[in-house]
């Protein structure tokens, strides 16, 4: 499982430095006090350091703004037997993952990131003997545009406004959340809709971007520092793949429609 873990998470470690990255070839001169005092600019990475509830955590942030429009299929990340559920046999299983659509209007095209950013996750820092990475996290500052979905079952926490239907909340699973298909809660009148039956998402709303969207690979669970954009403490994350996306979401069907996202249109 490790090794599934780890390569995953380097791709997408690479995915998020090239997002940021233009060709640019220049040559580097020196520059003098006088001259770089009327300079003046914000970096592109920035790196934060955080400790809480006996964790370290090391923040690598791109501050860039993003506009992406791709369509992804067959995701299946942490691929091992769960003794907790092992539902499809993976934490995260997505058959379909679209961002933008082609059936709306210039806007809805895209789907806009900001702050992308990848953190690391490590326990007792202060002991080379004990020291060790726990794990790493990828998300977003915030993340706002339509996004076509067919999910089989998630690990995460996960809350959507399904309308009429009420809402979606992993928190009402049984087992925490574990490969959850949104058939099973501890009250079946808040399991009016499945997973499956979620076509997409439109992220964030007329007070903007939905603010709290990760997906972390961890050796053990870990409770992460509370979101300063949102005020709100982060569920746990277990161990594994896991999903945190519970800000400003709404279902665009309950069909299990997919909007098209066609190139060129």
């Known amino acids: 499982m490790n ?36 300079v003046w600019g914000q970096a592109l990475f920035s790196l934060t350091n955080t400790s809480e509830n006996g964790y370290d955590f090391s923040r690598i942030t791109l501050n860039a703004d993003i506009k992406l429009n791709a369509n992804l299929g067959g995701i299946r990340l942490g691929e091992y037997t769960s003794s907790v559920r092992n539902g499809t046999g993976a934490d995260i299983d997505i058959a379909k993952l679209q961002l933008g659509r082609s059936d709306g209007t210039l806007a809805q095209r895209t789907v806009s990131v900001t702050d992308p950013y990848v953190e690391f996750v490590y326990r007792n820092v ?26 089989n079952a998630v690990s995460g926490s996960l809350l959507i406004d399904a309308g009429a239907n009420g809402t979606i909340d992993s ?7 574990k490969r959850w ?42 409770t992460f520092p509370t979101n300063a954009a949102t005020g709100v403490p982060t569920d746990q994350a277990m161990a594994g793949f896991w999903l945190n996306w519970r800000d400003r979401l709404t279902a665009l069907n309950v069909r299990g429609a997919v909007p098209a996202n066609v190139a060129g249109k």
């Open 181 to 222: 298909d949104g058939t099973t809660c501890t009250n079946t009148a808040s399991c009016l809709v499945a997973l499956s039956q979620v076509g997409g998402v439109t992220a964030g709303n007329a007070s903007g971007a939905s603010r709290d969207f990760f997906i972390s690979v961890l050796k053990s669970a870990v």
């Open 3 to 38: 090794r599934t873990l780890i390569s995953t998470m380097r791709m997408l470690c690479l995915s998020l430095v090239l997002s940021g990255a233009n060709a640019v070839m220049a040559q580097g001169k020196p520059i003098d006090d006088e001259a770089l005092s009327d």
């Open 171 to 177: 928190r009402n699973d049984t087992l925490g959340g």
């Open 126 to 151: 202060a002991n080379s003997a004990t020291r060790e990475v726990v794990g790493m996290r990828l998300g977003f500052g915030g993340i706002q545009g339509d996004i076509g979905l067919q999910m």
